[in-house]
């Protein structure tokens, strides 16, 4: 009879006991990893952040040298209590920016800007956006000591959009539709130390408008404080289409007559956002 063997019963896997030091030693690992892993995910925003800025600075550079020579004066401005709807609405078409004078109370206009100040306070708003909340800070362009804070429906936030839209109310119906939609409420802050933005459209050429934006003085804005620049005329197919052939570096839209908003507590610039504009750097020691 032949013989047969029978291999031994394979034993079931049993992983060797942990002493409490290699516990210890592989927690310290995961610990390690981790913290190198998010070290490394800030070191590298950083350097993107840093990366970004500097083309952007680049960018102003360029554009600067191409509107050397470009003649710039004052936004002129019409009384909100003297004006025609249809004569304000007309040149906002025409030439996508208009300065409308006192909208705004002196109280209500103090009101908002002590609220402006304590909020950034309170969020411990200083020279960085990071860390900052996303509830209260929207994003903006060219960040150095620039705030977008969302304004959320408080006394003295309502007090000044109703006073606004008081004002401005048939111009608003004329130029957008009695349905009109507000579809952002917040406070542009620049502070001493901010950095001139590229010009730039808030929105991509289309045929018709599609939003009207309105900046109002929270105080008295002189030149050194970095008012923003219009451009105007520029809300329309030929200036986009010169815009871009010249890489929004150069070319003849940048050449044309440009106007700087050093304007008045209370006074407003409505204006188109196809309009090419910037904010300009603010050299002064004042918040803006």
């Known amino acids: 009879a032949a013989a047969t063997s029978v291999p031994p019963a394979l034993a079931p896997y049993a992983p060797s006991p942990l002493s409490a030091e290699d516990g210890l030693a592989q927690l310290f690992v995961c610990v390690f990893i981790l913290v190198i892993g ?38 002129a401005g019409v009384s909100a209590v003297d004006m025609h709807a249809s004569d304000v609405v007309s040149r906002l078409r025409t030439r996508g920016v208009v300065r409308v004078d006192k909208v705004l109370s002196t109280e209500a206009s103090e009101g908002l800007t002590r609220f402006v100040d304590e909020t950034l306070e309170a969020n411990d708003a200083t020279t960085s956006q990071r860390g900052l909340s996303m509830e209260v800070f929207g994003n903006v362009y060219c960040k150095k000591n620039r705030w977008d804070m969302k304004l959320p429906f408080e006394a003295p ?3 000044a959009l109703r006073e606004c839209v008081k004002a401005l109310g048939e111009v608003l119906r004329e130029a957008c539709g009695a349905d009109a939609t507000l579809v952002e409420l917040a406070a542009l802050v620049s502070d001493p130390g901010s950095t001139r933005q590229p010009v730039h459209p808030d929105t991509a050429y289309r ?42 570096r150069a070319g003849p839209v940048l050449e044309r007559t440009n106007e700087i908003g050093v304007i008045s507590r209370g006074d407003a610039t409505l204006f188109d956002s196809r309009t090419l504009h910037c904010g300009t750097e603010n050299e002064s020691d004042k918040r803006r």
């Open 38 to 75: 998010v070290v490394g995910m800030q070191t590298s925003l950083v350097s993107e952040d840093a990366a970004r800025e500097a083309a952007l600075e680049d960018k102003v550079r360029a554009q600067r040298l191409a509107m050397a020579g470009a003649t710039q004066s004052a936004c």
């Open 157 to 159: 936030v309502e007090r």
């Open 207 to 248: 045929r018709d408008p599609t939003v009207y934006t309105c900046f109002v003085a929270l105080q008295d804005v002189a030149r050194d404080m970095g008012p923003t620049l219009f451009i105007p005329g520029t809300n329309n197919a030929q200036a986009h289409v010169e815009f871009r052939q010249g890489v929004e």
